[in-house]
Nanobody, 122 residues
Framework: QVQLVESGGGLVQAGGSLRLSCAAS????????MAWYRQAPGKVRELVARITSGGLSTNYADSMKGRFTISRDNAKKTVYLQMNSLKPEDTSVYYC???????????????WGQGTQVTVSS
């Protein structure tokens, strides 16, 4: 069974920083794209950032460019999100997402973490 477990959320003042982590565990053969999404109350879930398997290609939502940085450590099966210059509008539950294969020849399935709350006070 595959699990994605996020950590690092919390309460921070506007202008501050947080670093989120998401560790994948279970009978994992390989991990392809990993990503962070977020969802604020009453809003749809939106992509924050995405990183390919080798870490060479990243994509960010426009509102996060220059403030957030996604990275990964494949040996640890972990993806990170460094968030700087946080704003109150960044307040959301942040979810980890990954495409994971459980064995050679099997396809990739998409998995979600349970989410971690980030609250930015003004």
């Amino acid at each position: 069974q595959v699990q994605l477990v996020e950590s690092g959320g919390g309460l921070v003042q506007a202008g501050g920083s947080l670093r989120l982590s998401c560790a994948a565990s279970g009978s994992i053969f390989s991990i392809n794209t990993m990503a962070w999404y977020r969802q604020a109350p009453g809003k749809v879930r939106e992509l924050v950032a995405r990183i390919t398997s080798g870490g060479l290609s990243t994509n960010y939502a426009d509102s996060m460019k220059g403030r957030f940085t996604i990275s990964r450590d494949n040996a640890k099966k972990t993806v990170y999100l460094q968030m700087n210059s946080l704003k109150p509008e960044d307040t959301s539950v942040y979810y980890c997402n990954a495409d994971i294969s459980l064995g050679p020849g099997s396809g990739y399935r998409n998995y979600w973490g349970q989410g971690t709350q980030v609250t930015v006070s003004s």
